[in-house]
């Protein structure tokens, strides 16, 4: 089998050759074959050519939105290192008064009125023995008033064994049946651990951020020393597969809403599963949200949530992975003949661009304008708490009727 021979490259002799424009008398001393062979090679070179020079084009584009796109993060990096921390405006200088200072507000003394979600216990303090007067020397009684003062306390939190002692009963006639009172209902049952405490653990690990570890530790202090932290782990999640009905409620409600908001964040997964990187997904309306934790950020997330949502309107920040989504969705729509979902992007990711860009005057313009629309909004949010405030007013009046 003859082996295929490597064409070898062209020198730029044989280029320039090739090139080089025939003559009038070497065209007419060429067949009507050769011909067809140099109009051939002319058409092959032209479209080459044209091929080279828009390829060429486009990479200078290319460069051309790079170049801007540096030169963006450059004014953008340094607005960061240079421009206060904060995006708040700044404010404007206030006029000199006359001397006249304002007065601080008048800080509550009342802990009652302060806190008034807080539980109030009375200690009375009374002498033992009666004291005598300074003046005369005489015994003195009480007067049956108070001088009061108030302080914030707390009262340790315990921990207990509960016995629970469940009735035997039978029969005083043929002493052949005995019957016991039943259990009482529970998270898991005939389990070690109560259902107060399951939620103690429940609140203490996902609201206060506590480890379970951590919080075996603080057990341990008080009085249940070597408890198991894996044990714990698993009622966490019996009481979460006894609240996932709830759970679905809620997402049911929220997916229902006309608009619906969503985000995700980073989220480092401990333990439990070889990929650590995971992510936070949220799905908020006025009234409800809900979560899902997922080893992904692929808009295939946000597909599925928004394949069950009736929402009309979803606002999210401009991460391209929501605008797919919104894409595969709308398109489901149209077959069904339902009103599509509406893209609307979050302001304050925007006004955020534009303030630690502020030195430059277009810049400034749209923060202005964005603060036209944040007054707007303040003043939307006073007429809805006012209106909502009537409508409980009158809710009132008709029960109290």
Same mark, same amino acid.
């Given at each position: 089998?003859?082996?295929?021979?490597?064409?070898?490259?062209l020198t730029p002799?044989?280029?320039?050759?090739?090139l080089?424009p025939?003559t009038?008398?070497?065209?007419?001393?060429?067949?009507?074959?050769?011909?067809?062979?140099?109009?051939?090679g002319?058409?092959?070179?032209?479209?080459?050519?044209e091929?080279?020079?828009?390829?060429a084009?486009?990479?200078?584009k290319e460069?051309?939105?790079?170049v801007?796109?540096?030169?963006?993060?450059?004014?953008?990096?340094k607005?960061?290192?240079?421009?206060?921390k904060?995006?708040?405006?700044?404010?404007?200088?206030?006029?000199?008064?006359?001397?006249e200072?304002k007065k601080?507000?008048?800080?509550?003394?009342?802990?009652?009125?302060?806190y008034? *979600?807080?539980?109030?216990i009375?200690k009375?303090?009374?002498?033992?023995?009666l004291?005598?007067?300074?003046c005369?020397q005489?015994?003195?009684?009480?007067?049956?008033?108070?001088?009061?003062?108030?302080?914030?306390?707390?009262?340790?939190?315990?921990?207990?064994?509960?016995?629970?002692?469940?009735m035997?009963y039978?029969?005083?006639?043929?002493?052949?049946?005995?019957?016991t009172?039943?259990?009482?209902?529970?998270?898991?049952?005939?389990?070690?651990?109560?259902?107060?405490?399951?939620? *103690?653990?429940?609140v203490?690990k996902?609201?206060d951020?506590?480890?379970?570890?951590?919080?075996?530790?603080m057990?341990a202090?008080?009085?249940?020393v070597?408890l198991?932290?894996?044990?714990l782990?698993?009622?966490?999640?019996?009481?979460?597969e006894?609240?996932?009905?709830?759970?679905?409620?809620?997402?049911?409600?929220?997916?229902?809403?006309?608009i619906l908001y969503? *985000?995700?964040?980073?989220?480092?997964?401990l333990e439990?599963?070889?990929?650590?990187?995971?992510?936070?997904?949220?799905?908020f309306?006025?009234?409800?949200?809900?979560?899902?934790?997922?080893?992904?950020?692929?808009?295939?997330?946000?597909?599925?949530?928004l394949?069950?949502?009736?929402?009309?309107?979803f606002?999210?920040d401009?991460?391209?992975?929501y605008?797919?989504?919104?894409?595969e969705?709308?398109?489901?729509?149209?077959?069904?003949?339902?009103d599509?979902?509406?893209?609307?992007?979050?302001n304050?990711?925007?006004?955020?661009?534009?303030d630690?860009?502020?030195e430059?005057?277009d810049?400034?313009?749209?923060?202005?304008?964005?603060?036209?629309?944040y007054k707007?909004?303040?003043?939307?949010?006073?007429?809805?708490?006012?209106?909502?405030?009537?409508k409980?007013s009158?809710?009132?009046?008709?029960?109290?009727?």
């Open positions: 089998m003859k082996k295929k021979k490597n064409k070898k490259p002799e044989q280029i320039e050759m090739v080089r025939l009038d008398e070497q065209m007419e001393s060429l067949s009507r074959e050769d011909l067809l062979v140099v109009l051939r002319e058409q092959q070179l032209r479209k080459f050519f091929e080279a020079a828009n390829n084009a486009a990479i200078n460069l051309e939105n790079k801007l796109e540096l030169e963006g993060k450059l004014v953008i990096v607005c960061r290192l240079l421009s206060p904060s995006e708040k405006s700044p404010r404007k200088p206030k006029e000199l008064n006359s001397g200072k601080p507000l008048p800080r509550n003394r009342n802990l009652e009125e302060r008034p *979600d807080a539980d109030v009375e009375e303090i009374k002498l033992e023995q004291p005598t007067c300074s005369c005489g015994q003195m009684n009480e007067m049956g008033v108070f001088e009061q003062s108030q302080s914030l306390t707390v009262i340790e939190k315990k921990y207990l064994i509960t016995n629970i002692l469940r035997k039978h029969c005083s006639q043929c002493h052949s049946h005995i019957e009172a039943p259990q009482l209902p529970r998270v898991v049952p005939r389990g070690t651990y109560s259902d107060e405490f399951l939620i *103690d653990v429940a203490s996902y609201c951020l506590l480890p379970v570890e951590r919080y075996c530790e057990a202090r008080g009085g249940f070597g198991p932290p894996n044990s782990h698993e009622g966490l999640w019996r009481l979460g006894f609240l996932r009905v709830i759970y679905e409620l809620i997402r049911i409600e929220t997916l229902d809403s006309r969503g *985000d995700e964040t980073p989220h480092k997964m439990g599963d070889e990929k650590s990187n995971w992510y936070f997904w949220g799905f309306s006025l009234t409800s949200c809900f979560f899902e934790c997922h080893d992904t950020r692929s808009g295939e997330v946000a597909l599925d949530v394949s069950e949502s009736e929402c009309r309107y606002v999210s401009a991460y391209t992975g605008g797919r989504a919104i894409n969705v709308n398109k489901l729509r149209v077959i069904a003949e339902v599509t979902i509406i893209e609307v992007l979050c304050s990711h925007a006004r955020r661009y534009f630690e860009c502020g430059l005057e810049a400034n313009t749209f923060i202005a304008e964005y603060q036209e629309i707007v909004e303040k003043e939307v949010k006073e007429i809805i708490k006012e209106a909502d405030a009537n409980e009158d809710v009132s009046l008709v029960l109290a009727t």
